[in-house]
C-alpha cells in the first residue's frame, strides 16, 4: 500500500479511504478522529467522534455535551480497528488529553502527530515517539531561529520581575487550554504559593483539569471587587490574550503585561503587542525538537503540515530524508 | 554581559519612565564595577569600539549554518542582528548556560586591543559563549546599534535616583568623568567624597522657570521682575575656559561638534546662557561691512539640529548665532550668587567685545504694569518668540526649578479644528485603549472629501475623555492592521479634535507638506460636523 492510499489530504482534513474517517476535520464528517482539544483541530458538529477521555471531556466543555452524536473513548496505546484499520493514540506532550494517532494497514503505518512537543509538560502526558513509514509533522516554529529556552528560567523570569515590581499586577497572556494551567504548574513548582487571579474564560478549564489531578493551587477570579481592594498589586493574573486589548484589562493599575508564547521569541512581536515582558513557553516542538524528533524515529518518509514548511523540508531533504509539505487547510498559524 | 543583556531587553520593552528608571537603578546596585560602569556607557553611547560590520557577521554566521534555513529565517524575521543572535548553533561541547558568557570588561577590552583581523575569531567566541539574548546584546554593542529608548538624560536621572542626589549634580560632573565613571558610582554609593569636576569648561547646572499660572500675576509686583521675550530657538551654555571651548544643552549633552562656526567665535573667558539661533545674511551693514544675520525661523534650525555631519553649505546658509541672556562666570570669576541686575550688566559689558555677528543680547522689554505684559505676549513683534520670561532682579542663578524667582509665559497656542483618522493602541496602562491619534485636515474644500493627515496626538484629554474616544474608535472601525484602526472620517461621520500646538513648519517628509510642533488635543468637539473642520489651507496660511 502507498502512504497516501491510507491517508490524503481532502478539504474536510487528512482522510483515510480504507477506514472512511478523517483526523481533525475541519468541516463536519461522519466519523472524526480528534487528536486533541484546541479549537483548529476538534470542532464540533460530527456525527461520530473518537478520542482520549480527557479530549472528549474538554470538547463538551467548549462545545456543550451535544458536540458529536457519538463518542468513543480511544485509551492511550490501546489497538483499535477501523474498517480494517488498526488504529492507536499515543501520547503528544501537547495539552492535557493530547494524542498523535497511529494509522496502519497492510504493512504501512502513518502516525499523525497533531501539535507535539517533546520536553516534559507537568500537565500532561510526556510525548512518545512512535516508529512508523510516514511521520506527519507540524511545523509551528520551524526555523532554525525558534530555539524555546528552558521554561524554568522563563518563569524565573517572571518571578524575579515580580520581586522587582511588586506594586505592579503580571497580566500574563496565556491560551485558555492548556498554556494557562501550564504556567500556573511551573509557577507552583518553582514556589509561587500566592493566590493566582484567573481571568472567567480560564475558569471551567482550570477546574478540569484539577479533576485531573493537575494541583493548581489557590485560584480566585480577577474580578473588579478583588480590584478595588487593592488585591492585584503583586499578584500574577493569567488570561487569555484577547483579554489584553480590552476593557476587562482596566482593573489592574499600572500592569506589567506578559505573554506565555513561543511567538515571544521575536522581538518585534513582543513589542507590536506591547508586551513588557515576553515568556518564551511553547507547546510546539522548537526547531531541535523537531528535527530530534525526526531523527529518532527516522520514518521513510515526512509529510509537513501547518507552520514553515519549506524549511523542515529543506533540512529532511539535506539529511537524505524524503518530505513534503501536506497542504491543509484551516489549521492556525498563529495557534499556541 | 548576561545581566546586561536581560537589562536591555527589559528596558526596550518598558514603556514607563519610572519603570525603566527602576530597571537601571536596580541594575546598578547588584552589578559591579566596573561592569556597570560599561553599560552605562553603552546606554549613554559614549562607549566607542572598534566597530564590525554586519556583513563580517553574516560571513560568520554562513560557516555555521545552511545558508537556505538562513535565508528563510532572515526573510522570517526581517532582522539581521535578530536573526543571528537566535541561529546561532551552540556548540555541542558548550551546553548552552553554561557560566563562561564573556563580561562587558572582556569585549572591550579583547576587542580594543585586537587588530582588525583578529576581530571575527573573537566575535565568533563570544557567540559561542552566550544565550540568545547575550548574543543580540553583543551584535548590537559591536555593531554600533544600541537603540533602546532611553536618552542620556534619564540615565542619568537613574544614576540621581541611585545615588539619591539631584541630577543636576550628575550633569555637573558629567564631562569630566571618563568610563567606566568608578569615582562617581564610589560616591553614589557614600564611599568617597563627590569626585571634583577637574574637566576644564565644565557644564553649569541651568536654572529653568515655572510657567506663570492664573493669579500669579495678581501677587508680583511689577517693580521686582524684568521681562524679556522668549525665543523659539535651543537653549544653551557656551563657555571657554582655559582654552577649552564647549557648547552644552540645558541637560549637558554637549553639542560643540554640530557647530563649528559658532565655536571659532568662543573668544572669550566665562560662561553664558543663552538662545542658539540660527538665520540667514539680509541686507543691513554692521560697522565693518559685514551683512548682519538675520533671524531665521525653528525650520531653519532644524537644518542644523540633529546631524552628525554638517556640510560647508548648510553652514554657510544658516549660521548660527547666539542670542545671549545670562552670565554664569566672567573670567575667573564665578558670578551666579550675583542677583540678576548684576549679572544682567556684567553680561552687556561681556558682549560688548564678541563678534556682534555671533552674538547679541536678548533685549529687556520695558514694563510698568502686568496689562503691558499682558498685550505684548498676545502680539510679539516677531515668530520666533514663544513667549516672554519674567526674571526678578534680586534672583542668583541656581540650578534646577525654583518656584518665584523666574516665570515663563507662553504665546496662547494656535488651534485648528482637525479630524480624526486614525487610532493606535498606547503601552503600559494605556493598553486597553486607543491613545495615539492621528488626525487631519480636509485638501482643497470639505466637499472633494479628502482628508490629509497633518499629527499625531496622544495626551490632552482627560481618562474620561479617553475612553470616550477610545468606545468612538471601536465603534467606527473601518479597518485594522495590527495596533491601528482606521476610524470613519468623511463629511456625514467624523470626530473633530480642536488641536493645539506651538508652530509649523514646512516639511519634504509629511505628505501635508506641514509638520505640527508639540500638537496636543485641546477639546473633543462632539458637537461639531467634520464637514466643518479646518482645510490645509488655512493650516498654510500659519506658516511663518
Ligand atoms: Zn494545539
Ligand atoms: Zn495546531
Known amino acids: 500500500m502507498r502512504p497516501e492510499d491510507l491517508l490524503q489530504p481532502r478539504p474536510e482534513g487528512l482522510y483515510c479511504p480504507p477506514g472512511d474517517f478523517y483526523i481533525d476535520p475541519v468541516r463536519p464528517v461522519e466519523r472524526a478522529l480528534v487528536t486533541h482539544g484546541h479549537a483548529d483541530h476538534a470542532r464540533p458538529g460530527n456525527v461520530r467522534v473518537l478520542a482520549t477521555a480527557q479530549t472528549l471531556d474538554i470538547m463538551a466543555i467548549r462545545y456543550g455535551a451535544d458536540f458529536a452524536k457519538e463518542r468513543q473513548v480511544a485509551a492511550l496505546g490501546e489497538a483499535l480497528t477501523i474498517n480494517g484499520v488498526d488504529v492507536s493514540f499515543h501520547p503528544a506532550g501537547h495539552v492535557l488529553g493530547s494524542a498523535q494517532i497511529a494509522v496502519a494497514k497492510d504493512g504501512m503505518k502513518i502516525v499523525a502527530s497533531g501539535d507535539y512537543k517533546p520536553r516534559p509538560d507537568p500537565t500532561c502526558a510526556a510525548f512518545e515517539p512512535i516508529a512508523c513509514d510516514v511521520f506527519i509533522t507540524e511545523a509551528t516554529f520551524a526555523l532554525p531561529v525558534f530555539r524555546h529556552p528552558d521554561d524554568r528560567a522563563e518563569i524565573q523570569k517572571l518571578l524575579r520581575s515580580l520581586r522587582q515590581f511588586p506594586d505592579r499586577a503580571h497580566l500574563v497572556g496565556a491560551y485558555a487550554l492548556g498554556k494557562a494551567q501550564r504556567v500556573i504548574r511551573l509557577l507552583r513548582d518553582e514556589g509561587h504559593e500566592d493566590t493566582i487571579y484567573i481571568h472567567g474564560a480560564l475558569k471551567t478549564l482550570c477546574d ?60 518585534q512581536r513582543a513589542k507590536q503587542r506591547g508586551v513588557e515582558l515576553p515568556l518564551i513557553l511553547s507547546d510546539h516542538a522548537d526547531w531541535d525538537e523537531l528535527v530530534d524528533t525526526i531523527t529518532t524515529i527516522a520514518p521513510s518518509e515526512v509529510w509537513v503540515t501547518h507552520g514553515r514548511e519549506e524549511a523542515l523540508v529543506r533540512w529532511c531533504e539535506t539529511k537524505g530524508i524524503r518530505a513534503r509539505p501536506l497542504h491543509l487547510i484551516g489549521y492556525e498559524d498563529e495557534a499556541e | 554581559m548576561k545581566r546586561f543583556a536581560e537589562l536591555l531587553d527589559r528596558l526596550v520593552l518598558t514603556p514607563s519612565r519610572n519603570g525603566k528608571l527602576k530597571l537601571m537603578v536596580d541594575y546598578f546596585n547588584e552589578v559591579p564595577d566596573p561592569e556597570r560602569g560599561l553599560a552605562l556607557a553603552a546606554i549613554t553611547r559614549d562607549l566607542s569600539i572598534a566597530s564590525i560590520k554586519p556583513a563580517m557577521l553574516r560571513g560568520l554566521v554562513e560557516e555555521r549554518v545552511d545558508p537556505v534555513l538562513f535565508a528563510l529565517s532572515y526573510d522570517y524575521l526581517g532582522d539581521l542582528a535578530e536573526t543571528i543572535a537566535l541561529i546561532w548553533p551552540v556548540g555541542e561541547d558548550r551546553p548552552q548556560g553554561a557560566n563562561d558568557a564573556p563580561t562587558l570588561l572582556e569585549v572591550v577590552e579583547t576587542l580594543h586591543a585586537a587588530t582588525r583581523a583578529k576581530a571575527p575569531a573573537l566575535v565568533a567566541d563570544w557567540l559561542d559563549r552566550l544565550d540568545a539574548s547575550g548574543r543580540y546584546a553583543l551584535i548590537k554593542l559591536v555593531t554600533g546599534g544600541m537603540r533602546i529608548g532611553v536618552s542620556a538624560r534619564l540615565a542619568k536621572q537613574a544614576l540621581a535616583d541611585f545615588g539619591k542626589v539631584d541630577v543636576t549634580a550628575i550633569e555637573e560632573l558629567w564631562h569630566g568623568l571618563d568610563i567606566p565613571y568608578l569615582p562617581l558610582f564610589a560616591w553614589l554609593e557614600g564611599h568617597t567624597d563627590k569626585p571634583a569636576n577637574l574637566a576644564a569648561a565644565p557644564f553649569r547646572p541651568v536654572m529653568l522657570a515655572t510657567a506663570i499660572e492664573d493669579g500669579d500675576l495678581d501677587k508680583l509686583d511689577p517693580a521686582d521682575y524684568a521681562a524679556e521675550w522668549k525665543w523659539d530657538g535651543i537653549r544653551v551654555q557656551a563657555t571657554a575656559e582655559g582654552g577649552v571651548r564647549r557648547l552644552y544643552t540645558r541637560t549637558g549633552d554637549d553639542i560643540s561638534a554640530t557647530f563649528p562656526d559658532l565655536m571659532e567665535h568662543l573668544n572669550f573667558e566665562g560662561s553664558m546662557d543663552g538662545e542658539l539661533l540660527v538665520g540667514h545674511r539680509s541686507g543691513d551693514l554692521l560697522d565693518d561691512g559685514r551683512q548682519r544675520i538675520e533671524i531665521g525661523s525653528f525650520g531653519d534650525l532644524q537644518q542644523r539640529l540633529n546631524r552628525k555631519i554638517v556640510s560647508a553649505k548648510t553652514i554657510e546658509s544658516y549660521p548660527a548665532f547666539i542670542r545671549a541672556y545670562d552670565l554664569m562666570q566672567d573670567g575667573d570669576r564665578d558670578v551666579r550668587a550675583e542677583p540678576f541686575r548684576e549679572r544682567r550688566r556684567r553680561l552687556e559689558r561681556f558682549v560688548q567685545h564678541l563678534d556682534p555677528e555671533r552674538f547679541d543680547i536678548s533685549p529687556l522689554v520695558p514694563f510698568d504694569d502686568w496689562s503691558q505684559i499682558v498685550d505684548f505676549r498676545s502680539e510679539p513683534p516677531h515668530p520666533i518668540i514663544e513667549g516672554l520670561m519674567l526674571k526678578r532682579w534680586d534672583s542668583a542663578y541656581v540650578p534646577g526649578r525654583p518656584r518665584g524667582p523666574w516665570f515663563k509665559w507662553k504665546r496662547e497656542p494656535f488651534l485648528i479644528d482637525a479630524v480624526l483618522m486614525y487610532a493606535q493602541r498606547g503601552h503600559g496602562k494605556r493598553s486597553s485603549f486607543y491613545s495615539d491619534y492621528t488626525f487631519g485636515v480636509w485638501k482643497g474644500v470639505p466637499e472633494d472629501g479628502e482628508l490629509v493627515p497633518v499629527g499625531k496626538a496622544y495626551f490632552g484629554f482627560t481618562d474620561e475623555e479617553l475612553k470616550q474616544i477610545d468606545k468612538y474608535v471601536r465603534d467606527n472601525t473601518v479597518e485594522r492592521f495590527g495596533p491601528v484602526r482606521s476610524v470613519r472620517a468623511n463629511l456625514k461621520t467624523g470626530l473633530v479634535l480642536e488641536i493645539a500646538f506651538e508652530g509649523l513648519n514646512r516639511s519634504a517628509r509629511h505628505k501635508s507638506g506641514v509638520a505640527m510642533r508639540f500638537p496636543r488635543i485641546s477639546r473633543l468637539r462632539w458637537d461639531k460636523p467634520a464637514r466643518e473642520a479646518d482645510t490645509l489651507e488655512t493650516l498654510e496660511k500659519m506658516l511663518p
Open chain 1, 208 to 267: 478540569y483539569y484539577e479533576s485531573q489531578g493537575i494541583a493548581l493551587g489557590p485560584l480566585a477570579p480577577a474580578t473588579v471587587d478583588n480590584a478595588s481592594k487593592g488585591a492585584f498589586a503583586a499578584a500574577i493574573v493569567v488570561g487569555p490574550p484577547s483579554a489584553f486589548a480590552d476593557r476587562w484589562a482596566r482593573r489592574f493599575p499600572d500592569p506589567v503585561s506578559c505573554f506565555a508564547s513561543g511567538w515571544m521569541r521575536v522581538r
